[in-house]
């Protein structure tokens, strides 16, 4: 039940913000701006240095928010994660021995898929929503298409969500978003007023979706 009960949390809040730094700090801070916006979702990608001490750190922190892991490859990774605190796992493509993991601790795996093949796949090993990535090599109008045939795949869409295009991906089907530089990229510059401006203005608009 836990899995569903994360599941249902993150789509009730529609947007999942992916966080990304140079270095610990700079991700931290661009968490906390995130979460200064009103977003619950965060996914701490692995390309982060010391990511499983910032999942730690942010997950102590910010009780009210989901914390996930982003960018794991493998379920070495992924079980690193899991007993760092993070309460669900997306990958950039699908892994059976991660799927296998995150059913093991009961908890929500998002693999990246591109292909119906794919979303097939990681439905028969339990994923109940998948990553569509990148998002931008699509649009809406695919996700629209594909749930005729596939009413029952749940899709994120990561890389591509930006505000112009925010409802239509909520319109076509989309159960929530994935979105990352278009809130974060100010943070490159030390500037995490504009992301928190960006992140409220992005989390407004997935709960009108």
């Known amino acids: 039940m836990q899995t569903y009960q994360i599941l249902n949390e993150m789509i009730e809040h529609k947007l999942a913000v992916v966080i990304r730094g140079e270095n610990r700090s700079m991700a931290e801070k661009t968490a906390e701006a995130c979460v200064d916006g009103g977003v ?17 750190s942010l997950t102590e922190t910010y009780h ?4 996930g892991a982003g960018t794991v490859l493998d379920s070495e990774t992924a079980r690193i994660a899991i007993l760092s605190g993070a309460r669900f796992i997306v990958s950039p493509g699908f892994n059976e021995e991660t799927a296998k993991l995150c059913n093991r601790y009961g908890l929500p795996y998002l693999p990246g ?4 093949n794919e979303m097939l ?8 929503v998948v990553k569509l990535f990148p998002g ?12 005729g045939p596939l009413p029952h795949i749940s899709i994120m869409p990561t890389g591509g969500v930006s505000l112009e295009n925010a409802n239509h991906w909520l319109e076509a089907g989309a159960v929530m978003l994935g979105v990352g530089g278009e809130i974060t990229k100010p943070a490159k510059t030390g500037n ?3 992301v928190t401006k960006l992140a409220k203005r992005f ?7």
Do not use: R
């Open 136 to 147: 931008s090599a699509f649009g809406p109008s695919f996700v629209k298409n594909l749930k």
């Open 203 to 209: 989390q407004n608009l997935a709960k009108k979706g």
């Open 40 to 56: 619950k979702t965060l996914e701490v990608t692995f390309t982060v240095p010391g990511a499983p001490g910032l999942l730690e």
């Open 64 to 67: 009210d928010a989901i914390i």
């Open 113 to 116: 898929c591109m292909t119906v």
């Open 121 to 128: 796949h990681a439905a028969e090993f339990g994923a109940s």
């Open 192 to 194: 995490y007023n504009e």
